[in-house]
């Protein structure tokens, strides 16, 4: 879907131009090497969000060597700008039947599909910061003065509200994954596809019977001590009591006992499934917490 990004200035990268695999793209590199900046730049015009930009700040966004490098010499010409470019797929359907995203409203200036994110200075105030720059001894960055842009390569802006294309994406950070709820999750969608409805509060009534009749047998054979205390043994007898109580298991193997590769990709299955016909672009953020090069194949 993605087939090429260029960015510029943003972050770690001044200048980075990658063309990107038709199906999968796999980003490695040493920490701090920018795999997590181009995935998050990635995000950015996905998304449209201006709320998110305005909640980081835009000196988090800019490359501070470029930052350092303007201060010194303040010449306005040399105003750094903030470019995040996605080209998109021209030989999927989805995208080249979009009039809305095809223009040439681009770094590049080649008409094809694609957005953006632009950050760049105000030109109504350029006299404004020329001042400010020049009759004092500011050396703090003129970020007050730039305007956030996401434009389609037809020249058109968009938001999260208003975005010009009709498919799904969805990212997923591995890192901060819930693996007990996402555990939870399965075993909740096995139970619903197992039990069926008309039979799932006759299915807890019987659980709530055998398990009375066990607690009075171990109490009756002496196993369990039934004292005098304020407290006794109950089983829950909720109308969800069953469910609550069950597991699952794959190749005899109860999914709460599975490995952690396992259940990150259980995780990032789920993150999706509902969606997965119309998913169109998965991003996945450190997918090599626990997976072997054979699970990592499998995504």
């Keep these: 879907m993605i087939s090429r990004i260029i960015l510029q200035n943003f972050r770690l990268f001044k200048k980075a131009d990658i063309q990107c695999n038709d199906k999968m793209n796999i980003f490695v590199g040493e920490n701090g090497a920018g795999k997590s900046t ?3 730049a990635i995000g950015l015009v996905l998304k449209g969000s201006h709320s998110q930009i305005e909640n980081l700040g835009l000196a988090s966004l800019f490359n501070s060597e470029v ?8 010449e306005i010409k040399n105003l750094p700008e903030v470019i995040v470019e996605l080209y998109l ?26 957005i953006s994110l632009k950050i760049t200075p105000i030109k109504e105030m350029i006299d404004d910061i020329r001042q400010v720059l020049t009759t004092s001894n500011w050396s703090v960055f003129p970020f007050e003065y730039y305007k956030v842009q996401f434009l389609t390569f037809a020249g058109k802006s968009y938001t999260s509200y ?29 139970y619903l596809d197992k039990v069926s409805e008309e039979n799932r509060a006759k299915v807890n009534h019987q659980y709530r019977l055998s398990t009375d009749d066990l607690l009075k047998e171990l109490k009756k054979s002496s196993l369990i001590e039934d004292n005098q205390s304020d407290f006794s043994l109950h089983f829950d007898d909720s109308e969800n009591a069953f469910r609550n109580s069950i597991s699952i298991v794959k190749n005899g193997i109860d999914i709460r006992n599975f490995g952690q590769g396992e259940k990150v990709i259980l ?6 499934k509902n969606l997965k016909d119309k998913v169109k672009i998965l ?10 090069f054979q699970n990592l194949g499998g995504f």
């Design 67 to 74: 930052v350092s490098e303007f201060l010194i010499k303040k």
């Design 38 to 40: 181009l995935l998050y």
């Design 162 to 190: 208003t975005r010009p294309f009709k498919f799904f994406y969805s990212i997923v950070n591995t890192s901060y994954i819930d693996t007990n709820n996402e555990i939870q999750k399965r075993i909740n969608e096995v």
């Design 267 to 272: 995780a990032v299955e789920n993150a999706y």
């Design 283 to 292: 991003i996945i953020e450190e997918p090599e917490n626990h997976l072997s």
């Design 89 to 114: 797929d021209e030989s999927n359907k989805e995208i080249s039947s979009n009039f809305y995203i095809e223009g040439n409203h681009n770094s590049q200036n080649i008409k094809t599909f694609g």
